[in-house]
Nanobody, 113 residues
Framework: QVRLVESGGGLVQPGGSLRLSCAAS????????MSWYRQAPGKERELVAR???????SYGDSVKGRFTISRDNAKNTVYLQMNSLKPEDTAAYYC???????WGQGTQVTVSS
């Protein structure tokens, strides 16, 4: 069955960096677009970034120029490199496969001094 497992979250100071990973299994990873979403307390879940099966990328306005999504099809993994982190980036981050609507369990990112 489809499984998405996020890792790499944690506590970081403002201006710092983190790299999130999402390990996928149960499907032919290279054939599918993948996305990262986030949800802060009391807010709706929002799209952070998306990468197509062919490698093209798109980003939410709030993270453009700071976050980079990438994928390694040999490792069945999608990454989210987050730089210049701000307190407003604090949220649970989720990996998502749009086709079929599969979510990971999420990983918490907290940006605080």
């Amino acid at each position: 069955q489809v499984r998405l497992v996020e890792s790499g979250g944690g506590l970081v100071q403002p201006g710092g960096s983190l790299r999130l990973s999402c390990a996928a299994s149960g499907f032919t990873f290279s054939h599918y677009d993948m996305s990262w979403y986030r949800q802060a307390p009391g807010k709706e879940r929002e799209l952070v970034a998306r990468i197509a099966s062919g490698g093209s990328t798109s980003y939410g306005d709030s993270v453009k120029g700071r976050f980079t999504i990438s994928r390694d099809n040999a490792k069945n993994t999608v990454y989210l490199q987050m730089n210049s982190l701000k307190p407003e980036d604090t949220a649970a981050y989720y990996c998502y496969r749009p086709i079929g609507g599969y979510w990971g369990q999420g990983t918490q990112v907290t940006v605080s001094s």
